[in-house]
C-alpha cells in the first residue's frame, strides 16, 4: 500500500436498496439527526411551558358593559376589534376586558359615543340640519334631547340601571284659560337587590321638574321596571306616604332611645348582658289655636267728650256742651215781665229786680255726661303646634341576673348575708332604673313607665361563621400558580431533563470519536482512510455482523499470513470493538511498506 492511499468499500450484491433508501437511513441513524430531534423536542417544551405559564397567568378580565342590547354590544365590539383590545362577550351582553386596561378603553369608547344604546342628547344639535326641516321636528328633536339628558343623569344614581323620560309639553296659548301645564314620566330600572329612597325618589322628581318650564313636581310620575308608583299622587301624598314617613320616625326615635339606654348600662353590666326596648306614642296631628288678651289698666286715652245740664228756679236750662272759653262765659241778663204777664214771674213786693233776678237764675238740678274713648292694650296670638310630640314612653329593660349581684345573693352562706347582698341588689337596680329615666326624660305626670328586670341570660357560644378555604378567592388563584409550578416542574424533569442529558452524552461521545481519530491520524506512515460512519452507525453495523473475540486475536497473524480482502474484512469487524489494536495493525502495514 503506497502512503496516502485510502481503504475504502463499497457494498455490492443485486438484493441492495435503493441509494437514497439507504442514504435515508443512514442520516436517521446518525448523531446529527439524533441532535436535531433533541432541539426540536427541547424547543416544543419550551413552547408548551412558556404557554401554559401565559395561559396560567393571563390577565383578569372584568365587565366593561353590562346587559347591553344586542346593537350597542356589536357596536361596542367594532370599536374594540378596530382599536386592537382583546375581549370577551357573554351571553347575557356584558363585555370583559382586560382590568389593568378598563379605564382607557372607556375613555376610548366615550370618544366614539359608545354605548349608544341611550339615544343621542344635546349632542344631536351639532349635527347639521337641512334646510327644509320644520320646526315641528326641530322642536320634537329637542324635547328628545332633552329627555336623553335627563335619562343620563338619573342613570348616574347608583340603584338606577336605566332610565327612560317620556315629556309631554302642550302648545302655548295666548289665552290664559286655554294654557295647560306640562307633564313628565320616568322609568326606572333599578338593579337587583337594591330600591329607591323616599329622597331618591324626591330627587328625581325634582330633577325632572327643575329641567322643564312651568312643571311642577305633582305633574311627574316615576315607574320602576315592575309598574310600580313610586311618586305620591293626590290623597296618596297626605295618607301612605306620610303614614310611612310617619312609622319611619317613630323607629328612628325609638331606637335612638334604646341605644342611649344600652351604651349607658354597659359599662356597669357588660355590652352583652343588657338589652332595653321603647315604645313611644307620638302624636302626629296638626293644631293650630289663636288666643288675645288684654292688659290691666286704662290704656292710653284717645278721646274725651263732656255733656252737662243744668235747671234754675226760674225753669230755665243752663249752657250744654262741652265746657271750653264760650261756654265758660256768663249768661247774658234775662228779661223778667214787672208786670208778671206770660212769660215771666212777678218779683216779690219785698224783693228788689235784681234780687229776683239773681233768685231766678240760681240753678236748682245739673245734668252730666262724659265719655273718654282709650287704646285698649291688646295681644293676640296666633300658635301652630309642631306635629310628633311624645306623649308617652314606655321603657323595658332586660339585664343578665348573675351581672347584677343575683348570684352572690344566692351564694350568701348565712341568712343575713343573703339578705345583704339582697338588700344591695335592690338599691343598685333602683338606681339603674334613675339613670335610665334620666337619660330618656321620663316623665310620670304624661304616664310614662320604666320596667326593669332581670334574668338569667343563656350563654351561647356562637363559633364564628367562617368561610371555607375553597371558596376563598385567593385558594383557587393559589391552587393555580401552584399547578403552574409544578407542572413545568414535571415536564423540567421528565422530558426536558433527559433531553438534555442525552444531548450531552451524545456530545461527549463525538468529542471522544473525534480525538481517538485525531490521535491516530497522528501517527508516522500511511494516511487510512475508513468509511464515514458515526458512532450509531457503527455499532448497528457491530451488532448486525458477528463479531468473533478469536478473530481478534488472531489480527497479528493475519496482518502477515492473509490476503488483502481477509485483511481489510477482518480490520472493517475490528475496528468498531477496539480501535487500538487496528491504528497497531496499521502502524505495522506502513512499517512494512518502509
Known amino acids: 500500500m503506497a502512503q496516502g492511499s485510502a481503504i475504502t468499500t463499497t457494498p455490492t450484491g443485486s438484493g441492495e436498496s435503493p441509494r437514497w433508501i439507504r442514504q435515508m437511513d443512514a442520516f436517521t441513524q446518525s448523531s446529527s439527526f439524533r441532535q436535531l430531534l433533541l432541539l426540536i423536542a427541547l424547543a416544543a417544551v419550551i413552547s408548551f411551558m412558556v404557554g401554559f405559564f401565559l395561559w396560567g397567568s393571563g390577565k383578569s378580565m372584568v365587565p366593561l358593559y353590562q346587559s347591553l342590547d344586542t346593537q350597542s354590544s356589536a357596536e361596542v365590539v367594532d370599536a374594540l376589534k378596530a382599536a386592537g383590545e382583546p375581549y370577551e362577550l357573554a351571553n347575557d351582553g356584558t363585555v370583559m376586558v382586560g382590568a389593568d386596561r378598563l379605564p382607557e378603553i372607556r375613555m376610548l369608547m366615550a370618544q366614539q359615543g359608545l354605548p349608544g344604546g341611550d339615544g343621542t342628547g344635546l349632542e344631536m344639535l351639532n349635527q347639521d340640519q337641512s334646510l327644509g326641516t320644520s320646526q315641528f321636528i326641530e322642536q320634537a328633536r329637542y324635547r328628545r334631547a332633552i329627555e336623553t339628558e335627563l335619562a343620563r343623569s338619573i342613570q348616574t344614581i347608583g340603584a338606577v340601571r336605566a332610565a327612560r323620560v317620556h315629556i309631554a309639553q302642550p302648545e302655548k296659548s295666548v289665552f290664559v284659560r286655554d294654557r295647560k301645564t306640562p307633564t313628565a314620566s320616568v ?174 237764675q240760681t240753678p236748682i238740678d245739673s245734668d252730666r255726661n262724659e265719655t273718654r274713648n282709650y287704646n285698649v292694650d ?109 407542572a413545568m416542574l414535571l415536564v423540567f424533569l421528565l422530558v426536558a431533563r433527559p433531553l438534555l442529558k442525552m444531548l450531552a452524552e451524545s456530545r461527549r461521545e463525538r468529542a471522544a470519536t473525534s480525538t481517538e481519530l485525531s490521535d491516530q491520524s497522528g501517527q508516522q506512515g500511511p494516511q487510512y482512510t475508513m468509511p464515514t460512519q458515526y458512532p450509531d452507525e457503527r455499532r448497528a ?54
Open 187 to 360: 322609568v326606572v330600572d333599578i338593579k337587583g337587590g337594591s330600591s329607591l329612597g323616599r329622597g331618591q325618589v324626591n330627587g328625581i322628581v325634582h330633577l325632572v321638574a327643575s329641567s322643564i318650564n312651568d312643571l311642577s313636581p305633582e305633574n311627574v310620575s316615576l315607574v320602576d321596571q315592575g309598574g310600580n308608583l313610586l311618586t305620591n299622587q293626590g290623597d296618596d301624598a297626605a295618607g301612605m306616604g306620610l303614614t310611612s314617613r310617619q312609622f319611619q320616625y317613630r323607629q328612628n326615635l325609638e331606637q335612638a332611645y334604646a341605644r342611649r339606654i344600652e351604651s349607658l348600662l354597659a359599662p356597669i353590666v357588660g355590652s352583652d348582658r343588657v338589652r332595653a326596648q321603647v315604645s313611644a306614642d307620638i302624636d302626629f296631628s296638626r293644631r293650630e289655636g289663636t288666643s288675645q288678651t288684654y292688659g290691666p289698666g286704662e290704656g292710653i286715652l284717645l278721646s274725651e267728650q263732656v255733656n252737662e245740664t243744668i235747671r234754675s228756679l226760674g225753669g230755665g236750662e243752663g249752657v250744654v256742651g262741652v265746657p271750653g272759653a264760650i261756654a265758660n262765659q256768663p249768661p247774658g241778663g234775662g228779661e223778667v215781665n214787672p208786670d208778671g204777664g206770660e212769660g215771666g214771674l212777678a218779683p216779690p213786693q219785698d224783693l228788689t229786680v235784681e234780687e229776683f233776678q239773681t233768685l231766678v
Open 378 to 486: 291688646r295681644n293676640i296670638e296666633h300658635t301652630q303646634f309642631a306635629s310628633g310630640q311624645i306623649e308617652k314612653l314606655s321603657v323595658a329593660v332586660l339585664l343578665d341576673e348573675n351581672a347584677t349581684g343575683g348570684g352572690a345573693a344566692a351564694d350568701a352562706e348565712d341568712e343575713a348575708a343573703a339578705e345583704a347582698a339582697a338588700q344591695a341588689r335592690t338599691e343598685r337596680l333602683e338606681q339603674m332604673r334613675a339613670l335610665v329615666a334620666q337619660s330618656v326624660g321620663i316623665d310620670e305626670a304624661r304616664g310614662d313607665q320604666v320596667t326593669l328586670s332581670t334574668f338569667a341570660f343563656v350563654d351561647q357560644d356562637i363559633e364564628p361563621v367562617t368561610t371555607p378555604v375553597w371558596e376563598q378567592g385567593w385558594f383557587w388563584a393559589t391552587l393555580k400558580n401552584a399547578g403552574i409550578g409544578l
Open 541 to 594: 453495523r457491530a451488532e448486525e455482523e458477528e463479531y468473533d473475540e478469536d478473530d481478534l486475536s488472531n489480527v497479528p497473524e493475519l496482518i502477515g499470513n492473509a490476503s488483502y480482502t481477509d485483511k481489510l474484512r477482518q480490520l472493517r469487524k475490528s475496528v468498531n470493538h477496539d480501535p487500538k489494536a487496528v491504528a497497531a495493525v496499521i502502524k505495522q502495514w506502513t512499517h512494512e511498506e518502509n
